[in-house]
């Protein structure tokens, strides 16, 4: 790939040499989002919500992966208080996750920002989130127990890390001031990782590699010794609020080298061709297997999943969200947690 295309790519992207960042995600405009549902998806009511809590003992619920989401003034609510969500992969068969105020710190703030994204932990017990407190000017980093439901704070800062677990969900691994931080959660100790790595940070293969942003490179390192292992220079800076990785599939998305209009998917291993490209929505994640993009829309009031076929580049239409009559309802951070049995 030529140095002139990253640059006419990039230049249009805030260059961010740090991982903490408040940034927010791309507004919709006409060009990123549907202008409306198809006519068989608008003619019909969107359900009724039902509030029911996700069992993490239930071990039917984790048959399949399931999509996790921040709902920002979700139905249920008359104060419209986020909350953390979850989804089948067909949209439906929702679950209330953690409420505001299981996830609050000291009952005031938010969850973050819309470029915050909360993480589950590989055996679904933890979630891995910021708080954000507008008067103290920080963001807590915290942990809450879904099956204790006891929250742990971590520690603050000034902006939003990108968290990575372990595969035994012992430890917690984020950035703070360009240093990697573990947080043992048998001990509850926190501690200085000994490696620095660029930003944001995708922890994969067993823990044993990271991918990683730094500056205008994209790198490999060796999460053990911290050597790089493999580098590829783009040219230009990157912005990491528009990365998002799926280190179980080895890919992330990111604006596509030809028109910034569009995502494109990329592999860690080969991250400066595009293996698929889409119309860049403001939220979408990489399915599990890697072969799907799913894509959260809404028009007219109406808001609906779904995903697009990256082999045959078909777009599957999902199930209707449940109506808010808040006129800021949406959901955003979208996530995929696995489907290994809950502890």
Avoid at 231 to 240: E, N
Wanted: hydrophobic content about 30%.
């Amino acid at each position: 790939m030529s140095k002139s295309i990253f640059i006419a790519l990039f230049s249009l992207v805030l260059i961010t040499g740090c991982e903490q960042s408040n940034d927010q995600q791309p507004v919709q405009t006409k060009d990123t989002v549907k202008s409306e549902p198809s006519s068989a998806q608008a003619t019909p009511q969107a359900p009724e919500l039902k509030v029911i809590k996700e069992d993490i003992s239930d071990s039917s619920l984790y048959k399949e992966p399931r999509i996790q989401f921040i709902w920002d003034a979700p139905p249920n609510r008359e104060d419209g208080k986020d909350e953390v969500w979850s989804m089948s992969l067909n949209g439906d068969e929702l679950r209330q996750v953690a409420t505001f105020e299981e996830l609050s710190v000291g009952g005031n703030g938010q969850l973050g920002s819309p470029s915050t994204t909360i993480v589950r932990s590989p055996n679904n017990r933890y979630l891995a989130y910021t708080w954000f407190v507008a008067t103290k000017g920080k963001y807590w980093r915290c942990i809450f127990d879904l099956k204790t439901r006891k929250q742990t704070v971590i520690a603050d800062g000034v902006g939003i890390p990108s968290f990575n677990w372990s595969q035994d969900s012992n430890f917690l691994y984020f950035m703070d001031a360009q240093t990697v931080k573990k947080y043992n959660l048998k001990t509850n100790k926190l501690s200085d990782y000994p490696h620095h790595f660029g930003t944001p940070i995708y922890l994969y293969e067993n823990d044993t590699k990271v991918f990683a942003r730094d500056n205008q490179s994209l790198k490999i390192y060796d999460f053990k010794s911290g050597k790089v292992l493999k580098a590829w220079d783009t040219g230009q800076g990157l912005s990491h609020t528009y990365f998002q990785g799926s280190p179980p599939t080895k890919k992330f998305t990111y604006l596509s080298s030809d028109n910034t209009s569009k995502k494109g998917l990329y592999s860690f291993n080969s991250p400066l061709k595009p293996i698929f490209e889409f119309q860049r929505p403001s939220i979408s994640l990489i399915g599990p297997k890697g072969k799907f993009i799913y894509m959260y829309n809404i028009a007219q009031g109406i808001s609906w999943m779904e995903k697009i076929d990256t082999e045959t580049d078909k777009t599957i239409k999902l199930s209707l969200l449940p109506k808010s009559g808040k006129k800021r309802y949406r959901i955003f951070n979208l996530t995929t947690y696995n489907n290994k049995r809950s502890i």
